[in-house]
């Protein structure tokens, strides 16, 4: 079973803008978690936070290459899964997003569920990067109903 999920977005903005979305501590807030303890760099172990749910998660940022691709690890021992992020430009006004995370257990009894979770957070997430950095919706984080 291959236990891996791919998410693809088109957004119209270059690859630096959507690369600094995610990495700036300043912008994340925007779209995905409430707060970045530090900005995205290899190397760098970050504390990511939501508020609004009280909780956080802490990465392992493995490798950045500058408005190109984002590797980090998260979710703990048993859990943990590698999450890539590639950055496509398609022109000077858009870009291909992609979003790989894998890792996930084979063996786990719950490992559909998780696929399919995992891969409704990455749609909904990249949904509210693209909201922000097109149109500058900023209210769109943090709505999902657990």
Not at 33 to 46: A, D, I, K, N, P
Request: glycine letters at 6%; one cysteine or more; aromatic letters at 10%.
């Amino acid at each position: 079973m291959d236990t891996q999920i791919t998410t693809k977005f088109k957004i119209g903005k270059p690859t630096n803008e959507v690369f600094e979305a995610i990495v700036n501590p300043e912008k994340i807030g925007n779209f995905w978690f409430s707060s970045s303890s530090e900005r995205w760099e290899q190397g760098r172990t970050l504390t990511l936070r939501y508020n609004e749910y009280d909780a956080e998660v802490v990465i392992h940022v493995l490798e950045v290459e500058k408005n190109r691709k984002i590797v980090y690890s998260w979710g703990g021992n048993a859990q943990e899964t590698v999450v890539t992020i590639t950055l496509k430009e398609l022109d000077n006004t858009s870009s291909i997003i992609e979003v790989n995370e894998s890792g996930l257990k084979e063996d786990d009894p719950e490992i559909i569920k998780k696929m399919i979770g995992q891969k409704e957070g990455w749609v909904y997430t990249l949904t509210c990067l693209k909201g922000y950095l097109e149109s500058g919706v900023t209210n769109l984080r943090a709505s999902l109903i657990f």
